[in-house]
Structure formats: structure tokens, C-alpha cells
């Protein structure tokens, strides 16, 4: 298991001069402000259970799937299940919800709101898949479309994606750069890496392609991918995995180059052309026969980021016979390199956090707030 899977969208040579604009500097999408932050999903088990910001409880819903997320609001949730379909649904009752069903031979990916809570979106993508119901190839990567859809109707929009010649689209986590525009990682399909698990590589992914609702590109990011390409050996564990925005229209860039140690880089990647200066966060030596997984999984504002780590067996392959990892949780500042644990408020065993703003909080719930 290599950098935390909740963090990531997933990025290799830097671009020659692009002829788009480039967005304006702005704040992240997440920033909470003064009010604060509040745990707003947390997984136990095998269950997601997902904030009431008016009551404080977390509760558990079949039609959660495992990965819900509450939009910045917290008045809603919108979550994937078993790719074919989405499911939009408040936060504070069980009767008002919403399904969206994916299109005839596609399956939807990971949902993210958009920063006024109006929109959601998904990857959009086809369904290749061997006999054994397995996704085969590189094919699992490629993003064509990505589905919007309006909140408050449950309306979907499939937008097409159109990148330059020789370019694709590689799914992940989408990200929204402001409520007008969302961010999809492309990659050039020659430069393509080892990678354990469902296939043998991974394509290497060297800009952000920002686009507009309509499917218009409009920017794109370059990211140094020097050092991964040059070592395919250990390409996946130097790869730059971008997270998020930061302060300023920076982005926060990730990798975890050893087993104990994840490297962070605060960036303007319009103007950084690498190699980038990082701020290290370090773990103690993981037990006899497990290897940390550890990345980023939230942007708290300032220059403080939350982190998230855990043992898992050192293993390439799938994990055979029961195992409940430890989680925990760490602030790093990127300014000074200084790590503190998180004063999160979870139960035993919690891990898969998200995290939002606490100004959508009720009073009973006031006590969530960190």
C-alpha cells in the first residue's frame, strides 16, 4: 500500500510554453476560515457514517456506500456505489434522497462537490472489464468524460473531455479549481510505470487539464516527473501526486519516496518548473513485516495539512486473513516542518476521514469543532 489512497488524484515531464490562461490566484476550496473544522465523514469497520451537523451524531445509511462525502455546506451527501449509480441525500433527515444511475456501459468514480455546494461531479468513464469482473489495463485510468450533476435536481450533464493530440485523461479524485471549473490529471500513455495490484503499470500523469462545465479546456499545469520517470523501479514511490489547492492558487503535491517518509511540496506550478522544495514528514518504523501507507487527506488553511497513516503488511498483493490497522493522525506545518498529532474527535478504530468547514455547524454540534 503505498501513499494514502484517500488523498490523491494521481500526476511526468514538464510542459513546453501552453497556450491557456492561467486561473487566478485564489483561496482553496476547502479553507474553512475562522469557523474552524469538523470531522464531517469517518469510516468503523466496514461502515461510512457521515455527520448530522445539527444533532453532532454520525450516523450509518446502507445508501452511504463507503465512500460518502458531505458537500462544504453540510446539508448534503453525495456517494457512489458499486459504480453505477450515485446517491445525493441530506445530512440531517433519512427520507430526502436522491439516485443518479449511470449510463448504459459506463460506471461512475469517486464524487466531489463543488466549493458552492450546488454541483457534484464523478468520472464518467466505460466499463472494461475481464471475465472475472476485473477492470484490465491501463483502460482503468483513462478519463473521458466526467459526469455533472445539479444538486438540488439530481440532474446529470455527461460533459466529454477533449485533451491535445497524444494526451489522455487519467481518473482519480476530481478536483474543482472554483465552482466553475474542475481539474482532471492527463498523461501522455508512452510514459507508463510499474504498478502492484489490479495491473502491471500506471500511467504517469504530467498536468492538470483545467476545464470549464461545458468541457472547454482552459489551463493547463505542468508537474515535474523527472526523478519518476528516470527510475521506473521506483517510479510510483517518486511520483508527485497532487492534492489540493493551497493558499494563493499554490497546489499541495505529495510522495512517499520510503516506506517511513512522505515528502510535501507547496507549489505554483505555473512558475515551478522542479525539482521542488519539500517539507518532510517523518514516521516512526512501522512493526516487523508491515510498511506505513501515508499521504495527505485534508488542507486545514494556514500552512497546516492533515495527515493520515497506518501500518499495513508489507505485501504487493491482495491481504490474506483479517487485519484491522492502527490509524493515526498528524498536523504538519509546511512553513516550518513542524508535525503535531490531529485533536480529532473519533471514535476507536475511525479512519477514511473528510473534513469541512465547522460554519455550517448547529449548536448541538458546536463541541465537533477543531
Known sequence: ??????????????????????????????????????????????????LN??????????????????????????SVRSFTSLTIAA?????????????????????TWSP?????????????????????????????????IEAGTAEMREVPLTFPPGRVGVLGPLCWLDSSH????????????????VTSEQLAVDRLSIFDLAG????????????ALADPSRGTDLLWRPITTTAGGNWLLARQPRPDTVELADVDLARDSGPYRTV?????????GEKWSSGPVAWLGGQQVLMESAPFPDTDGPISGPFQPHYRYDVVNLATGETRPASLKLPDGAYGVTIGSAAGLGPRAAHLRF
Open 53 to 78: 451537523p445539527q444533532t453532532g451524531e454520525y450516523r450509518f445509511s446502507l445508501d452511504y456506500g463507503y465512500s460518502p462525502v458531505v458537500s462544504p455546506d453540510l446539508r448534503r451527501l453525495a
Open 280 to 288: 518532510t514528514f517523518s514516521l516512526p518504523p512501522a512493526p516487523a
Open 182 to 197: 474542475f481539474v482532471v490529471p492527463s498523461a501522455d500513455p508512452v510514459n507508463r510505470l510499474p504498478s502492484a495490484g
Open 216 to 227: 472547454q479546456l482552459t489551463a493547463e499545469l505542468p508537474i515535474d516527473q523527472h526523478e
Open 1 to 50: 500500500v503505498a501513499l494514502a489512497a484517500a488523498a490523491v488524484l494521481a500526476v511526468a515531464v514538464p510542459l513546453g510554453s501552453v497556450q491557456l490562461a492561467r486561473p487566478a490566484a485564489r483561496q482553496p476550496v476547502d479553507a474553512a476560515g475562522d469557523a474552524g473544522h469538523v470531522v464531517t465523514r469517518y469510516v468503523q469497520g466496514d461502515s461510512a457514517r457521515v
Open 116 to 148: 458552492d455546494s450546488r454541483y457534484v461531479a464523478v468520472g464518467d468513464r466505460p466499463a472494461p472489464m475481464d471475465r472475472a469482473g476485473n477492470l484490465t489495463g491501463v483502460a482503468r485510468y483513462v478519463a473521458d468524460r466526467v459526469g455533472i
Open 91 to 111: 445530512t440531517v433527515t433519512t427520507t430526502d434522497s436522491r439516485r443518479v444511475s449511470a449510463p448504459a456501459g459506463r460506471w461512475f468514480d469517486a464524487a
